[in-house]
């Protein structure tokens, strides 16, 4: 069947909440500083998101600030939006006084603004987390959604676990949660334990017997533990929900959380199967999802669907085949709806910075400045210098690599490396500190990139333990580029940060990326990356703690 057909004539509007930037964050290293936060939430916006979901703001003094500067920079933009309204900037706070005031004052510089609280209802969290009975859970339920309704109007509220939770003590707890003034009520499946049959259940019950129902916007916010978020939205939404909780690439706690370009694109390629439209612009999907993976320095599993490098991809024979007599014949989606380009221009060491540009633009980079142009051209030159053909691929990991980048507190000038199965591995390197001093050094290290980062490490003198370092082809042959993702943790474990639902620390965790021919190259690009994210954000904590002793002074 083609895409889009047989639409029926009245939608309601499903509105997507993105929690990227919140739940998304809690992926298990997928630490966001403030600058790439501020990219991904105007990226959102671009999407045509309706919410974001920028943060927890009583978590760190940095998340306040992100989310504050989210609301301030990012609230007010109406760019590209089909519907001509700003996104709703939301924070996330628990269910007391002091979280609900702490969210209010980093969302409030938004227009649109709105305070999204929360607490576990069921018997499991309520006995072993909360250590608080029904009622009592009840009480402080009405207690917040009434304190935050004395802030601000729009508000959401959240009964964590709610997939285990007694449907009907559910019923009670929301009807109290609507009359004390929530706008919006969102049903969490916090631990991905439903199917779709029994979560799209609960949301037709709650939705036939709580009290005052009808006054609400229904959400969904599901996890993949079972790999069911997706259907389990889905089935939301098939009985009332108009609301869902997702995230760009499905990231978020464990096995992550619902993802949107799956929902998005389920609802735009199968629209006979629900009642709902969406504002969203489908084909920045791929942009959008590029830049989250890069600032979390989480990869996208090659078969992702809609956003993974194979899901447009033909490789049997017989599909090949289909797809050059007709392309419905093994196509659902066409690559250009999710904004992948299906141009036939191909681009060599003789394409000019004209055709570069064209290219850019027709992939939806049309923002750059000269400057950025130029060092993207200059990028793309001694890459086509040592391969035949660069791809779209190849200059999505040119532009993930120039611009999807920490500040610049230490500059990568160059690195040497002289390695083989009979010699110690030594590597030569040259940083350029921040006053501008030239430093080389040298280092042997167990093989080449072990030496390189040795080598960086004695230049820097900022001691990292390196937990995860995973390369990845960007295209096939010989000569693709290679992009390396790294983690690093601080070696003595400062830098702390606050689990929203458990309230445990978790040590920071600092990704890079670089790509490049040269897998050496790319690794050293990584490290530096991560090198710099640390070292901005240790930074950033000083000057926070010497403004608070100077305001106590
Ligand atoms: O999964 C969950 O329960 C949450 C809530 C805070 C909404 O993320
Ligand atoms: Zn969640």
């Not at 991904?40 to 671009?46: C, E, G, H, K």
């Not at 009405?142 to 309704?149: E, G, L, M, W």
């Not at 996890?223 to 108009?242: E, K, Y």
């Not at 890459?383 to 120039?402: F, L, M, Q």
């Amino acid at each position: 069947m083609a895409e889009n057909s047989d639409v029926p004539v009245q939608k309601d509007k499903l509105i997507i909440f993105d929690t990227t930037l919140r739940d998304g964050e809690q992926s298990p290293g997928a630490t966001l500083n403030i600058e790439e936060k501020l990219e991904i939430a105007r990226q959102l916006s671009r999407l045509g998101v309706d919410i974001c979901e920028a943060g927890f703001p009583i978590a760190s003094p940095g998340d306040f600030e992100a989310v504050r500067r989210i609301a301030e920079e990012v609230g007010p933009l109406t760019e590209g939006r089909k519907d001509g309204q700003p996104m709703v900037i939301a924070g996330l706070a628990r269910a007391n006084q002091q979280d609900i005031d702490r969210a209010y004052q980093a969302v409030k510089a938004a227009p649109r603004h709105r305070i999204h609280t929360f607490l576990a209802t069921s018997d499991i969290h309520l006995k072993h987390k909360l250590k608080i009975d029904r009622e009592e859970c009840i009480d402080q339920v009405i207690k917040a959604v009434s304190y935050a309704k004395s802030l601000c109007d729009d508000i959401e509220f959240s009964p964590e676990d709610a997939g285990r939770s007694d449907p009907a003590f559910l019923t009670v707890v929301l009807g109290e949660a609507i009359k004390a003034g929530a706008t919006t009520l969102n049903i969490p499946d916090t631990v991905g334990y439903t199917t779709p049959e029994e979560f799209g259940w609960l949301i037709k019950y709650l939705i036939e017997n709580t009290p005052g129902a009808e006054k609400v916007v229904w959400s969904t916010h599901c996890h993949n533990d079972l790999g069911l978020a997706t259907a389990n939205t889905l089935a939301g939404v098939r009985n009332g929900a108009r609301q869902v909780e997702v995230t760009i690439n499905g990231i978020g706690e464990r096995a992550g959380n619902t993802s949107l370009e799956e929902v998005i694109m389920a609802v735009h390629t199968r629209p006979q199967n629900f009642p709902v439209e969406v504002n969203i612009d489908t084909t920045q999907i791929i942009r959008t999802s590029r830049m989250v993976s890069a600032y979390t320095g989480m990869p996208i599993q090659p078969n992702k669907a809609i956003v993974g490098a194979n899901a447009f991809a033909h490789e049997a024979g017989i599909h090949q085949d289909g797809m050059l007599k007709h392309h419905t014949t093994y196509e659902i989606m066409r690559p250009e709806t999710v904004g992948l380009s299906a141009s036939s221009l191909v681009l060599g060491k003789h394409s000019g910075r004209h055709a570069f540009r064209t290219r850019l633009e027709e992939m939806g980079y049309d923002n750059l400045n000269e400057e950025d142009l130029k060092k993207a051209f200059d990028r793309f030159k001694r890459i086509a210098d040592k391969k035949k053909v660069v791809t779209d691929a190849d200059i999505e990991a040119i532009i993930t690599d120039e611009f999807y980048q920490p500040r610049e507190i230490w500059k990568l000038n160059y690195v040497q490396v002289s390695c083989g199965d009979r010699v110690n591995s030594t590597a030569t390197v040259s940083l350029t500190d921040p006053n501008g001093a030239v430093l080389i050094d040298a280092a042997i290290g167990t093989g080449p990139v072990d030496a390189v980062y040795k080598a960086i490490n004695r230049i820097v003198e900022a001691p990292n333990i390196l937990t995860e370092f995973s390369v990845q082809a960007v295209t096939e042959g010989i000569d693709a580029l290679g992009e390396v993702t790294i983690r690093i943790q601080p070696e003595n474990g400062e830098g702390y940060t606050t689990n929203p639902q458990t309230g445990a620390q978790v040590v920071r965790t600092y990704s890079g990326h670089g790509a490049s021919t040269d897998i050496i190259v790319a690794s050293a690009r990584a490290y530096m990356s991560a090198l710099n994210k640390m070292l901005a954000d240790r930074a950033e904590e000083a000057a926070t703690i010497q403004q608070k002793a100077a305001a106590a002074a």
